[in-house]
């Protein structure tokens, strides 16, 4: 697979549900980075991790990266109905450097 | 709070004609970024630009591309003779400093080329 690949492609759940998505990366990296993007809407960033961090928390959402396993996990507890997006990891080999972007994964909350 | 605008929304042309795609990025920002997202399919790196100039390009960003900053607060992404191919979402992003992270992207250029 690519640099920056996520599972599952999409994902579906009730409201109050956790919604837990992952993403692996071939290459070394210096932040991974996840986005996410409204249907037909720009990308707005949600956390960064860095290569030296093994655990992030922004409000409802948790990062974990796994370096030595090349992954990442992006948890979005107690999901609502507004959370309904594609969620994309990208990382970056050096800071500076330009972003490569995963697939997404397509998440649907209904209410 | 600041951000990062473009300009068309969207965009439709004939095949072979020329495209100019117009961001204005954050300020202060220094790092320019292009971005494009066929229908449906990853986010893809086109070209980052720092100091009036290209410093780094993807192999898709071809002679049929080119990036300016003609004054101080535009930046434009020019594409001289499109192709069906180029039909995509065209995001631009800018960044404060190498370092910083976050890159803060528009809302996007959704070009169509019939």
């Known amino acids: 697979s690519q640099q920056g690949e996520e599972d599952p492609q999409a994902l579906s759940i009730q409201e109050g549900e956790n919604a837990t998505m992952n993403c692996s990366y071939k290459?070394?990296?210096?932040?991974l980075q996840w986005y996410r993007q409204n249907s037909g809407r720009g990308l707005v960033h949600l956390i960064l991790?860095?290569?030296?961090?093994r655990e992030k928390h922004s409000g409802r959402l948790r990062v974990t990266l796994d370096t030595s396993k090349k992954s990442s996990s992006l948890l979005i507890t107690a999901s609502r109905a507004a959370d309904t997006a594609s969620y994309f990891c990208?990382?970056?080999?050096?800071?500076?450097?330009?972003?490569?972007f995963g697939g997404g994964t397509r998440v649907l909350v209904k209410p | 709070e600041p951000e990062v605008t473009q300009t068309p929304s969207h965009q439709v042309t004939q095949m072979g004609q020329e495209v100019i795609l117009r961001c204005v990025p954050i300020?202060?920002?220094?790092?320019f970024y292009w971005y494009r997202q066929i229908l449906g399919q990853k986010v893809e790196f086109l070209v980052s630009?720092?100091?009036?100039?290209?410093?780094?390009k993807s192999e898709i960003f071809d002679d049929q591309f080119s990036v300016e900053r003609p004054d101080g607060s535009n930046f434009t992404l020019k594409i001289r003779s499109t192709k069906l191919e180029d039909s995509a979402m065209y995001f631009c992003?800018?960044?404060?400093?190498?370092?910083?992270?976050?890159?803060?992207f528009g809302e996007g250029s959704r070009l169509t080329v019939l």
């Open positions: 990208a990382t970056d080999r050096a800071a500076g450097n330009k972003l490569t």
């Open positions: 290459t070394s990296i210096n932040n």
């Open positions: 991790i860095r290569s030296n961090e």
């Open positions: 300020s202060n920002h220094l790092y």
């Open positions: 630009f720092y100091n009036n100039e290209i410093s780094e």
């Open positions: 992003a800018s960044i404060a400093e190498q370092g910083a992270g976050e890159l803060f």
